[in-house]
């Protein structure tokens, strides 16, 4: 999966279009696939995706068992040079937007990149 810059600009047509796709998602839902995403992008690094995230390490940790407790794969800590794991929900149906999130999530970041001209 492609990655972007945690620092790359995003155009506000691409908020805009990412914004509309959330409407009607519970922000639980959308916290959790952007926790997990942060995490996957940072290889499990908690330290690296609580900066991203603008949270403390410990807010992170106490998500992280909530996610593991219902079910969700947390990506562990790995060297750079391993890729990081898909994150799966186990207790979704394939076809439930927030099952989809993550693939959403990878189409805005090819719109971002392509809007910064990378």
């Not at 997990?36 to 991203?52: D, F, K, M």
């Not at 750079?80 to 993550?102: C, F, G, L, Q, Y």
Request: glycine residues 6%; aromatic residues 2%; positive net charge.
């Amino acid at each position: 999966m492609e990655r972007l810059s945690p620092h790359a600009q995003i155009s506000s047509s691409s908020r805009r279009r990412l914004a509309r796709w959330l409407v009607g998602l519970p922000i639980s839902v959308v916290e959790r696939d952007l926790i997990l995403e942060t995490l996957a992008g940072t290889h499990g690094n908690r330290t690296v995706s609580a900066r991203l995230l603008g949270v403390s390490v410990r807010t992170l940790r106490n998500k992280i068992s909530e996610y593991s407790v219902e079910g969700f794969h947390i990506p562990r800590h790995e060297s750079r040079d391993k890729s990081a794991e898909t994150i799966v929900p186990t207790n979704t149906h394939p076809k439930d937007k927030a099952a989809a999130m993550s693939v959403a999530l990878a189409s805005m970041r090819r719109v971002a990149a392509s809007d910064c001209g990378s």
